[in-house]
């Protein structure tokens, strides 16, 4: 996994709330294998027409956003479903930090899997931080996370998240690796979890 | 003396393993389930050259993709077939039993669990799919994960995870004639909205849950992730216990004593200290529907599509205006009045033998207005409903009696609302697309859809009910 420490890029604002991850990558596109890219499957049925054709309107079509590295979204970002996918293809596209009020709880987990930074800001941040951007389309967003802040013309604000997500995000480790020291404890857990819920495992089947 | 506990104390603290100085705690996983969409996960699996630790505990089934009308025997779309053939052999691979395409027991993986006595009180359950909150109904911790935690899981059969605040949810006094667990769900999801228990596990509680069946209790803790809980449970009870007991692959002879002597124990103590509560009055609840394109856009079926002109905040309005343009539907029209194109009646939240009786009481003798398809959530529901006849009642009113899986609800098998119909559905999300592109869902439960069947536009169920046993 790729490691997040400093980011600047242009950020694209999505003040939309609830932007599902059926948004995020309609279903129709979980088929696709990771090797061949998700990117352009990303908002599919949002950023074009039934047609095929972009709508010129949504954000991320826009010149000065087309670009953006950051995404400034609404309330509960990527709730929905639980598929990965969805990261997948923000990563694909290009994006490697989404900013919001908040995150739906499996999204937020796939995220920081995959190297995608879910920063949390308040709604009034969130807000400011898209008037700025609707002002002056082009202005550099720059998200640090060692710091937790977010600077765009000047001004700075915090974020939060999940100290052991920031830690993941910080040293792109992945939990299988952190998981190899704990194999005996596993083992003695299972061990004696056997003897003191021995009806937890299936019985053969009748 | 212990400290009082809630039941999610009590089911997170049997299986952690280990918790590390940053609050992270590494929790042992009882039962993991499979489908076609987890192949992203076995991909990781093959690029680490790694192998599944407990194949024992892990159980496929075939649901999400596999066709739910006509013919099953030949998949024609290629790409269908190839992933319900990769999930095939990345079972066989790794030595996890399918419930596959042509296994009497394949079904919904979430109506499946419960049915095999697979998904039992006390057990940590995953799955990467959102809506394993369901398997909550029996007193278990469960709740849905994606791909990277699906593969850490098959390689570990442990996960990673930090303990969610604590919400309990009461509901108190008797359900009206009419209403459903669904119509529950809606409530709750309309009161606190789609992200009101974002990082909490939830608690059902109160008299009008403990009445509620066990098919009636899959459908509300199914409904949790729609409020942004990752699981929801209820106590474990009577109604429980009998549902388990003889179920395949549910402990028998000495364990199945041991078990309910364990089970039993798995309550909230009183006393005990949750994060948030909220309480809503069981008689206060009508039948629901929704009208938007969130869960959270649920109103009683009396009720008028939202004026966006009247909404003071700004933000509000943008939303509304956007959600009724998507849905085509113009402000204050009233609810009961709204025509539809197709119902559907399946999915995990709502194509149990119960759910279907309950559309059928309304169905019965009466013809749909509208073509729909029913998709029973399980091969041996779908069975059972053949056996009282339901099937027959489903015909007669015009519609299909089709096959099981999660078919039209999240519309990755080919069957998908065709752009701009309006579909009455008994699924879990409305969501913008979730039936197929630029489909209009509204959800409710199995009786409310087939009221809006025989009508042909969202009505109220309860004076089709009349004189009828419901």
């Known amino acids: ?206 | 003396m212990n400290a009082p506990a809630t039941l999610f104390d009590k089911l997170w603290a049997a299986h952690e393993i280990a918790r590390r100085d940053d609050g992270e705690a590494l929790l042992w996983v009882d039962r993991h389930y499979v489908h076609e969409g987890s192949f992203n996960a076995f991909s990781q699996l093959k690029a680490r050259v790694a192998r599944v630790a407990e194949p024992g505990l892990t159980f496929g089934v075939a649901d999400h993709y596999v066709p739910t009308r006509g013919s099953r025997r030949h998949i024609d779309n290629p790409d269908i077939a190839r992933m319900v053939r990769t999930l095939e052999d990345n079972t066989a691979e790794h030595g996890i039993t399918l419930f596959g395409l042509e296994d009497p027991r394949q079904g919904i993986v979430h109506v499946v669990g419960p049915e095999q006595g697979l998904t039992l009180p006390g057990l940590l359950i995953v799955c990467g799919d959102s809506h394993t909150s369901t398997h909550g109904a029996l007193g278990a911790y469960a709740f849905g994960i994606g791909a990277s935690e699906v593969a850490h899981v098959l390689m570990t059969q442990t996960l990673w995870q930090r303990k969610p605040k604590r919400l309990r949810i009461a509901l108190e006094g008797r359900l009206a004639p009419g209403v459903a667990a669904k119509d529950i769900a809606l409530a709750i999801i309309a009161r606190i909205g789609a992200d009101g228990a974002t990082g909490h596990a939830i608690e059902f509680a109160g008299s009008a849950v403990r009445a509620l069946s066990m098919e009636g209790r899959l459908t509300l803790c199914n409904m949790s992730i729609e409020a942004g809980a990752r699981s929801g449970v209820i106590a474990p009870d009577e109604t429980t216990f009998d549902y388990v007991k003889g179920r395949p692959y549910a402990p028998n002879g000495p364990a199945w004593d041991a078990a309910l002597a364990a089970w039993s124990a798995l309550a909230t103590d009183d006393g005990a200290q949750f994060d948030r509560e909220v309480a809503l009055t069981a008689a206060d609840i009508a039948p629901i529907v929704t009208w938007g394109t969130s869960p959270q856009d649920a109103l009683p079926i009396d009720g008028s599509v939202p004026d966006p002109a009247r909404e003071p905040d700004a933000a509000r309005a943008k939303y509304l205006c956007e959600a009724l343009d998507y849905m085509g539907l113009m402000p204050g029209t009233k609810l009961a009045t709204i025509a539809i194109d197709r119902i559907f009646i399946g999915s995990c939240t709502n194509a149990r033998i119960e759910d279907l009786r309950a559309a059928a009481a309304v169905l019965s003798g009466r013809v749909s207005k509208v073509p729909g398809l029913v998709s029973p959530g399980s091969s041996a529901v779908k069975r059972q409903a053949e056996e009282e006849g339901l099937d027959r009642i489903f015909r007669d009113a015009g519609l299909e009696w089709g096959e099981s899986g999660c078919s039209m609800c999240v519309g990755i098998n080919g069957d998908v609302v065709p752009p701009r119909e309006r579909c009455a559905s008994t699924t879990n999300r409305n969501f913008r697309g979730r039936q197929g592109p630029l489909a209009r869902t509204h959800l409710m439960s199995p009786a409310m859809v087939a009221a809006a069947a025989v009508t042909g536009r969202l009505s109220d169920v309860r004076p089709l009910l009349a004189g009828r046993k419901a």
């Open chain 1, 1 to 206: 996994m790729e490691k997040f420490t400093r980011l600047t890029a242009r950020a694209c604002p999505l003040d939309v709330a609830n932007l599902n991850t059926d948004q995020l990558l309609p279903a129709r596109f979980l088929k696709v294998p990771r090797a061949a890219g998700l990117g352009t499957a990303l908002l599919r049925d949002l950023r074009f027409d039934a047609e095929g054709r972009e709508r010129p309107d949504f954000p991320l079509n826009r010149p000065p956003w087309r670009e953006a590295r950051i995404i400034v979204g609404g309330r509960n970002f990527g709730c929905g479903s639980s598929r990965e996918a969805a990261v997948y293809a923000l990563y694909d596209y290009g994006i490697r930090c989404v900013i919001a009020p908040s995150f739906g709880d499996i999204f937020a987990g796939n995220a920081a899997q995959n190297g995608l930074l879910t920063a949390i800001v308040a709604d009034d941040a969130a807000a400011a931080l898209t008037r700025l951007l609707d002002e002056t389309p082009d202005a550099p967003v720059t998200v640090d996370l060692e710091q937790q802040t977010i600077e765009c013309r000047g001004e700075t604000l915090r974020f939060s998240i999940d100290p052991v997500r920031r830690t993941r995000l910080l040293n792109g480790w992945d939990d299988v690796a952190m998981t190899e020291s704990y194999m005996r404890d596993i083992a003695a857990f299972k061990t004696a979890d056997l003897a003191r819920r021995p009806w937890a495992r299936p019985a053969e089947p009748r």
